[in-house]
């Protein structure tokens, strides 16, 4: 039984610097549950001064330990023995995610805190897999390039899979061996602190990764601007995203990894299996309640195809199953925030106003509930100039458009701005093969819609859904930087 009262869990404060949990002086902010709106904790804005001190931490941390100097295999082995206690303590730390997220307890014990552990041991497997070459010079020379970590990561994370998105960055940044300080989203501060805990429990150098809780213009901004952050590893909205790039450009010219936003679409042919096409369409949009930057929130379906389509995604998206993080039983995630709840329902209205068909939802799910859950909702007949097809939603909201032929639908499919993944469901490979150089996104997935455990597969968008990956050697190689070196050996 995977049911808990939120009452009873034990609640970590403050941030995570030095080995240790520190509390701090300044006013904090109340955190809300999002299944109830209720306040369950509270959250410190770390100011220049704690982020500061929470930055050189991580840095004399990272010079003085044996973290990048030792044999990589014994780094390795700390990640592993983290992981461990990461699948060990997955109760308490899925508790902490669902308490205060979108995750429902299933889903985050069965997916969000397994996967976490998983990606640790992907990245410590690369620990000692890398290094330099050496170059072909002319006799009288030796030239090679080493790779060294930066030091310290910077990494900023999102409120919509708090542990899933820490892991992407902070796996491969401590496996190149750097210190990382971490900032949550003020939104979902807590699993972080538990995280940090098991490092240290794990063999981890005290400092080596450090959490800095606070919002973005106080607590990011100082972070991402210190002179001792190396790198930055960012996700979250492309307008942020944006505000990174200038904060590093005017802090030091860092290099940065920008995982953004996403206006995805779902291609379907009229040769697509329609029951497989309507799951996956009705998963990519449902999961998280669409809080997920790779929903596919566009339909664009083969004229021949949408009405059967239509009527068996209509049918699935039909039969969710809401209610609080902390019940077993609850299929469907609340909305993060009452602002942000209000978004959504004004860009469906706004849609609505501009001339589409509302064919459901449009609604919060029950008028009863405390919590911001709102309906699965389809608009059709919609145009690309439409709110709901341009903007992230960010919610359980599915556009419609059809098309004609595989150049029409290749047009509806592409959006100006975003680039970060594509669905594309047909029986012919041909067109498969096709279609997916056409297509200008980071990620295509054929006859089905979502990540598996494929770690070794990078993800990031195209456009401005990004700059850099994460998962894969990708991201692990963008945590080092290589140094080039040559000798004479002629005399
Ligand atoms: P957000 O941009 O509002 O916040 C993300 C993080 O950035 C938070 O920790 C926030 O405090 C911090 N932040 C805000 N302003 C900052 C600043 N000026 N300097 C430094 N840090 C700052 O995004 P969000 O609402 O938390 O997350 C949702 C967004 O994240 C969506 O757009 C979604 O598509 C995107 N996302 C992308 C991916 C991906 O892999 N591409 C994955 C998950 C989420």
């Known amino acids: 039984m995977l049911d808990f009262y939120p009452a009873t869990l034990e609640l970590p404060k403050g941030h995570f610097i030095d080995g240790a949990l520190k509390p701090d002086p300044n006013e904090p902010i109340a955190v809300r549950r999002p299944s109830d709106g209720a306040v369950y904790s509270e959250v410190p804005t770390a100011d220049a001064e704690t982020v500061d001190r929470a930055v050189r931490n991580a840095r004399d941390a990272q010079r003085s330990s044996d973290w990048a100097k030792q044999a990589p295999r014994a780094r390795a082995d700390i990640l592993r023995r983290w992981a461990d206690l990461i699948d060990r303590q997955c109760n308490e730390l899925a508790q902490l995610e669902a308490l205060g997220s979108t995750r429902p307890i299933a889903q985050a014990t069965g997916w969000d805190v397994p996967y976490l552990a998983k990606t640790i041991r992907f990245f410590a497997e690369l620990a000692d897999k890398h290094g330099g070459d050496v170059a072909p010079t002319a006799e009288g020379q030796f030239g090679f390039t080493v790779t060294e970590p930066y030091s310290v990561v910077a990494a900023i994370a999102p409120w919509n899979f708090p542990l899933v998105m820490a892991g992407w960055k902070l796996a491969p940044a401590l496996a190149a061996g ?20 098991l490092a240290i429990e794990a063999g981890m ?9 606070g919002d973005g213009p106080t607590t990011g901004d100082a972070l991402c601007r210190h002179p001792d952050v190396a790198k930055i590893t960012f996700t979250g909205s492309t307008a942020t995203g944006a505000a990174i790039m200038t904060a590093s450009a005017e802090s030091g010219i860092k290099p940065v990894t920008l995982e953004l936003g996403g206006k995805s679409p779902q291609l379907v042919f009229e040769d697509a299996d329609a029951a497989l096409a309507a799951r996956c369409v009705a998963r990519g949009i449902l999961g998280n309640a669409g809080q997920v930057c790779v929903s596919g929130s566009r339909l664009v379906v083969h004229r021949r195809l949408q009405d059967e389509l239509l009527e068996r995604t209509t049918a699935l998206m ?54 911001a859950f709102y309906a699965p909702t389809i608009l059709a ?57 056409r297509l200008e996104v980071g990620t295509v997935w054929v006859n089905r819609y979502g990540r598996s455990e494929d770690f070794a597969i990078p993800t990031g968008g195209f456009k401005r859904s990004g700059i850099g990956k994460d998962l894969g050697r990708e991201a692990f190689e963008a945590n080092l930087r290589k140094k080039s070196v040559l000798i004479d050996i002629g005399h």
């Open 178 to 197: 750097n210190a990382v300080v971490l900032k949550p989203s003020e939104l979902t501060p807590l699993s972080a602190l538990h995280l940090a805990k």
């Open 205 to 213: 150098p005290a400092g080596l990764f450090n959490v800095v809780q």
């Open 318 to 371: 039909s039969q969710v199953t809401p209610g609080p993080t902390w019940r077993e039983a609850t299929g469907f995630s609340p909305i993060i925030s009452t602002k942000q709840f209000d978004r959504i329902d004004s860009l469906v209205k706004s849609t609505v106003g501009q001339g589409a068909e509302l064919l459901i939802g449009g609604r919060p799910l029950a008028a009863d509930d405390e919590g």
């Open 381 to 437: 007949g919609v145009t690309g100039e439409m709110d709901a097809v341009r903007e992230e939603v960010f919610g359980p909201v599915l556009t419609v458009q059809s098309f004609e032929d595989e150049e029409e639908g290749l047009a509806l499919a592409e959006h100006p701005v975003y680039g970060l993944a594509a669905g594309l469901y047909t029986s012919d490979l041909s067109r498969a093969l096709r279609t997916i150089r």
